[in-house]
């Protein structure tokens, strides 16, 4: 759409619709509707109406018209919708109550000059008078010339001249006022209430001009017509102004929905085994909760845009990154462009991650990467509480601190010369350094003190204790030899998601990452799920490091001590072990590509997942194969598992995949229930080389009930639960557990019946049957990998092999690999990074490597 051949309101609509906080006001008469003869006429044109509608109710977005008319008779002209702002008699009404306000001094005044104009009025003809609650205008556009020149004098000289009267000059009417207000005032006080961070505003009237004047930074003033003006653009006409609006709207609309938006497996991850953060690949960070990895976000801009919080290293002529990469094997993350680079870690020094009270410090090192000096442009935005809490920061020496914190957060800075801007509600702090060679700037973030003196160990040193933790660990990896880096950025993805001071793993770093763009499958997966964790546990048992399987089952111990009986236990806790509080919305943020809700908390934690019992004794199991020291306790946790399958395996549950409907007798719970004792057994044959009595007959019988039920032979296949027919991938798990030979004809027609079914290219959907959410998940990339294992099974090694390459592509930049891939959007789906899809290509590639 062409709004206009002036290219610069064109440019000036684009910034505008990537404003934080947008506030579009505008003026009424001569704007959104035509001058006409009878002012009682004048309409909108409804196309202006259409566009201020759809603006307004868009996140984050806001609009008003600001008129000189009094505020009944602008909603009835106007025709306005509620969630349009209403503001008449030029700023003086807000509310439909202002006139209560008027004072009866204000009254008399204004009866006074009601009278006073109504006698001028009647000296000529072409005058109307027109009381409104806090105002009196005279109009004389349909008066004869000489008529209105004498008519003027004798207000000028009359009426305005009476004490506490105010005079405002319009096109043809003259108003008089008995309160001081102007639209100026009323659009700042309009951007007061509303937190906007950039406004629009278009008008046509001399009294428009008031507003123009407060127009600054980011604003655009747009003037309508002919005449001199302070507005920085011009339109023609209120036709102009339509399909100005419209464009606007369409921009609007575009940026929010995330038209723009940096695809979710190109951010980068950054981890202290307390917290994490996510890293874009141009250097902003977008996404860290604090002081715990569950806590409320203070950078939250990839659900919210700039407003919900980010903290950018930027080059200030506009030049992009031309790298991105971790630090050899770590989580050290560097970012570089022409002249410089951003060194970027959370710090883990002096063994910090493990204090269950330690306080988090990110660190960004600014380092010059040519012969000459680097300028650099920084912007610290923090937003408590997902920006719901209005954000103060106040300069310090050798930084910034946030003002009026529950926990003291400092950002250690020095040498940088700090400018603080109001963005809506909040705080941003911008600066431009230059940056020598051998000299770099280092920004530490530090939350949990108030501190900004220099650390005691030099950040070398902190950065190389950081690097070492996970590259040590990394090292002594036994890793397939041809799947090595993959691999290895998989397993450290998994460590970085672990908690440190517990030894819970985390399901995925974020929440609400969309599983269907722009509609409301998201999910908070800031928690550990007893299943998502002992499967990513034996993976890493796999690669030999039995180091967090074992802290992971002291963590679940503890959960255990908590729980009147296991067959009791939830599917996720917080990384403490707590039961999680009601899952709740953030209303205030848009969501990543206008996918909303944005939720915490998880409802999945009140549901009934059978197959939980399953993974953990499996890590038991493997743990024990490798030798590791296992004691009574890792025996008594078998037992209890044991116990709470011999209690409610034949009760239905929601299932893996947590479907917000009606329980069912889910194939795959069924299977993991058998998993449960089949591996006790094998335990116990190995740890107290007797067996229990019974175990035997319960395996049996829960095996007999998957074979009898779980097997529609009207389909060839296993199914997702036994009162139905339709397929789920989780049904794979009968073969690649065990339950089935791989040679077991039910188990290939399985095999056949998904990839039939469920594979679209590189990707396997978890099922396809209405689970009761509007809109269509992605394919889970972890059913991609247990095909790919299926396949392998089956003896279909180059099929394995060609999906576990295209698998492998689905890995953004720096190797992180999301919940979800949508084949037909081709994009990344779902929380990021996940456990699950890193656990199932180490998984894959050990098995692909051993049958090389």
């Known amino acids: 759409m062409v709004v206009t051949e002036d290219p610069r309101i064109s440019e000036s609509l684009e910034r505008l619709a990537r404003a934080p906080i947008l506030l579009v006001a505008t003026d009424y008469d001569g704007t959104l509707a035509p001058i006409v003869p009878d002012p009682a006429s004048a309409a909108p044109h409804r196309e202006t ?42 700023g003086s009404e807000f509310d439909a109550d202002f006139t209560r306000s008027l004072t009866p001094e204000q009254e008399a005044v204004r009866d006074r000059v009601l009278g006073a104009l109504e006698e ?69 006080t309009l951007r007061r209430r509303l937190g906007a961070s950039a406004a629009l505003f278009i008008g046509d009237d001399i009294t428009d001009e008031d507003a123009f004047a407060t127009l600054t930074g980011p604003d655009v003033g747009v003037k309508v017509g002919p005449g001199e003006t302070r507005a920085a653009l011009r339109v023609d006409d209120p036709e102009a102004v339509a399909r100005l609006l419209a464009r606007l709207a369409e921009l609007r609309a575009d940026w929010l929905a995330g038209a723009e938006a940096v695809p979710i497996e190109e951010h980068a991850l950054l981890s202290d085994l307390r917290s994490a953060a996510l890293v874009t690949p141009t250097g902003r960070v977008v996404w860290m909760c604090l002081p715990r990895i569950d806590s409320p976000a203070l950078f939250a801009e990839i659900l919210g845009g700039p407003s919900a919080g980010r903290f950018a290293v930027a080059d200030p002529a506009g030049a992009e990154p031309t790298d991105q990469r971790y630090d050899d094997h770590s989580v050290t993350l560097i970012t570089a462009w022409p ?68 926990d003291p957060a400092v950002l250690r800075a020095p040498g940088v010369a700090w400018e603080i801007l109001d963005e809506g509600p909040h705080h941003t702090a911008v600066a431009d350094v230059e940056v020598a060679p051998g000299a770099p700037v280092t920004l530490e973030f530090r939350y949990g003190t108030g501190n900004l003196r220099p650390s005691v160990a030099p950040e070398p040193k902190r950065r190389e204790e950081t690097e070492r933790l996970f590259g040590d660990w990394a090292r002594s990896l036994d890793l397939p030899g041809n799947y090595a880096d993959l691999v290895r950025r998989s397993a450290l993805t998994i ?181 449960t004792v089949d591996r006790a057994i094998a335990i116990a044959d190995q740890f107290l080389q007797r067996q229990r009595d019974g175990w035997r007959a319960l395996r049996d019988e829960i095996a007999e009930d998957v074979l009898t039920h779980g097997y529609k032979a009207s389909v060839g296949a296993f199914t997702a639960a036994y009162d139905g027919e339709d397929l789920d991938a989780a049904a794979l798990e009968v073969g690649l ?106 998984d894959c590639a050990i098995a692909l490597n051993h049958s090389a």
């Open 339 to 406: 002249g410089f680079r951003v060194v970027d870690y959370l710090d883990c020094s002096g063994g910090r991650w493990r204090q269950r009270a330690g306080r988090s410090d990110l660190v960004r090192v600014i380092e010059a990467t040519g012969r000459a000096p680097a300028r650099v442009r920084i912007e610290f935005a923090p937003r408590l509480d997902f920006g719901r809490v209005h954000t103060r920061l106040v300069r310090r020496d050798d930084g910034l601190e946030i003002a009026d914190t529950h």
């Open 120 to 188: 001028i009025a009647r000296a000529g003809d072409g005058f109307l008078v027109e009381r409104k609650p806090a105002s009196v205008a005279f109009h004389f556009r349909n008066a004869d010339e000489s008529d209105a020149r004498r008519a003027l004098k004798e207000i000028r000289e009359g009426p305005a001249s009476i004490p506490g009267v105010y005079l405002k000059d319009g096109k043809k009417v003259i108003e008089l006022c008995v309160v001081e207000t102007n639209k100026g005032r009323a659009l700042e």
């Open 737 to 842: 557990r065990g339950l089935v030979p791989a040679d077991d004809p039910r188990f290939i027609g399985t095999v056949e019946a998904i990839e039939r079914e469920l594979r679209f290219g590189p990707t396997v959907y978890r099922y396809r049957s209405d689970d009761g959410l509007p809109g269509y998940e992605g394919g889970f990339n972890l059913c991609t990998t247990w095909l790919i294992l299926a396949y392998q099974k089956i003896g279909r090694d180059a099929d394995a092999r060609t999906l576990f390459r295209a698998y492998c592509e689905l890995a953004g930049r720096t190797g992180l690999i999301p919940e979800e891939y949508g084949p037909r959007s081709r994009r990344a789906l779902g929380n990021h990074p996940q456990v699950y899809s890193h656990l199932g290509l180490i």
């Open 49 to 90: 109406i259409v566009a201020l509608r759809a603006l307004a109710s868009m996140p984050q977005t806001h609009a008003a018209i600001i008129s000189g008319r009094a505020l009944a008779e602008l909603a009835s002209l106007s025709g306005a919708p509620d969630e349009i702002h209403l503001v008449g008699s030029h």
């Open 495 to 675: 460590k970085a998601l672990t908690h440190g001071p517990t030894g819970a793993i985390l399901a995925a770093a974020t929440t609400s990452l969309p599983e269907h763009v722009g509609g409301v499958r998201n999910w908070d997966y800031r928690y550990c799920w007893l299943r998502d964790a002992a499967m990513g546990a034996a993976s890493l048992v796999s690669l030999g490091s039995t180091a967090e399987a074992l802290s992971l089952l002291d963590w679940i111990l503890g959960v255990l001590d908590e729980t009147p009986s296991p067959e009791r236990l939830q599917p996720l806790y917080t990384v403490t072990g707590h039961h999680l509080g009601p899952e709740g919305e953030i209303g205030e943020l848009p969501g990543y590509c206008g996918s909303r809700p944005v939720r915490v908390g998880n409802a999945a934690s009140r549901q009934v997942q059978l197959d939980v019992f399953g993974p953990i004794v499996e890590l038991v199991h493997r743990l024990l194969a490798v030798g590791a020291p296992l004691s009574a306790e890792h025996w008594r946790l078998v037992e209890a598992m044991v116990s709470a399958v011999e209690r409610r395996w034949r009760e239905p549950d929601h299932g893996i995949w947590e479907i917000r409907a009606a329980p069912r007798l889910h194939v795959h719970s069924k299977t993991m229930c058998w998993v």
